[in-house]
């Protein structure tokens, strides 16, 4: 293509977002501001007992205080973008904007993929090596874990972003999503985007593929040394162990898989409608996925709701 006409969108890009259903809008943002105080509230406690509460400061709440800042820093990255497109009339984000919050999503998204896997390693060793747990996951294993997840999230944000903001962008600047989605965005460019398509399925393979397959065969094993416990207390002891990391570890990779994996429509009308459907599942991974994490973590870990408890019980004392 002649380069004279090749242009960047130095001006920004327009997201589409529900434009092509404003009746929607209003609903959406209650919604999911809704949706993100309680996000926010929820990490937030769960971070501040972890931190708070001595009984708590084991290697799986460590994981856990770190999943909740990935939450939280996740839904700020893009929720604030998604509630101003709903209140402005002309829906543009500007072109540095656009990639700080494509670089933050992806690196906050790709740490969390690998930091599941590793509270999978947390809960692998608990249940199959109780005895050596305490030796395994010292503190001078897990912390260095949880940065390893922090440093490999980031430096695949920083490749894919990095490829990503060098392609020029041709005339069209719409991104039809409610955010700066890689995917959407190299639907824009006028150059060949065969580098970016093979670096993101190295990073698919990378940050989904070999956690999934990682936590797959640890709970093979560990549900295979559960059924060996003789006692049926026993067994449910062990299993609520790892119930709450398992349950999250469902929704996380069960959206993903259905919002890439399912078959796409080929009529106009069909197609319009899974447009709607699949903005609303970006929606479920992006913002109700971390509402979830602390609730179900909350829900099903005694420790948990005992330090809430506690922490309630001292602020009413105190008032």
Known sequence: ?????QTSPLVGFVLLGLSAHPRLEKTFFVLILSMYLV???GNGVLILVTTLDSRLHKPMYFFLRNLSLLDICYTASSVPLILDSFLTPRKTVS???CFGQMFLSFAMGATECVLLGMMAFDRHVAICNPLRYPMVMSKAAYVP???SS???????SVVQTSQAVRLPFCGDNVINHFTCEILAILKLTCADI???IISLAVANVIFLGIPVLFIFFSYVFNIATILRIPSAEGRKKAFSTCSAHLTVVLFSYGTILFMYGKPKS????GADKQDLADKRTSLFYGLVTPMLNPIIYSLRNKDVKAAVRDLLHEKHLTE
């Open 1 to 5: 293509m002649d380069r004279s006409n």
């Open 39 to 41: 996000t926010l509230l």
């Open 95 to 97: 072109y540095s904007a």
């Open 145 to 147: 874990m949880a940065a």
């Open 150 to 156: 922090w440093a490999a999230g980031i430096t695949n």
């Open 194 to 196: 065969s580098i970016n």
């Open 266 to 269: 080929k009529d106009s009308l």
